[in-house]
Nanobody, 116 residues
Framework: QVQFVESGGGLVQAGGSLRLSCAAS????????MTWYRQAPGKERELVAT????????DYADSVKGRFTISRDNARKTVYLQMNSLKPEDTAVYYC?????????WGQGTQVTVSS
């Protein structure tokens, strides 16, 4: 059973930092590209960051480029999102996800709230 468990969210003031973690299980983690999405109230889910499975190349939404860093530890089957210089518009529930043609699983997400 594919599972994702996100953690590390919380309440932080604008300009602060948080580090999110996502522990994955139930599939061969090192074979998959990993992503972080976020969903703010009343808005569609948005792709925030992507990291490839082996080389670790990364890509980011323009809104977070230069502030967020995605990384992964294949031995621990964990993907991270370091978020710096947080803004109120970063407030959302953050989810990790493995794009796949054979499964479509999502965790419960972790809430990030940035106060102004």
């Amino acid at each position: 059973q594919v599972q994702f468990v996100e953690s590390g969210g919380g309440l932080v003031q604008a300009g602060g930092s948080l580090r999110l973690s996502c522990a994955a299980s139930g599939f061969t983690f090192s074979n998959y590209r990993m992503t972080w999405y976020r969903q703010a109230p009343g808005k569609e889910r948005e792709l925030v960051a992507t990291i490839s499975n082996l080389v670790g190349s990364t890509d980011y939404a323009d809104s977070v480029k230069g502030r967020f860093t995605i990384s992964r530890d294949n031995a621990r089957k964990t993907v991270y999102l370091q978020m710096n210089s947080l803004k109120p518009e970063d407030t959302a529930v953050y989810y990790c996800h493995a794009p796949s043609r054979t499964f479509d699983s999502w965790g419960q997400g972790t809430q990030v709230t940035v106060s102004s």
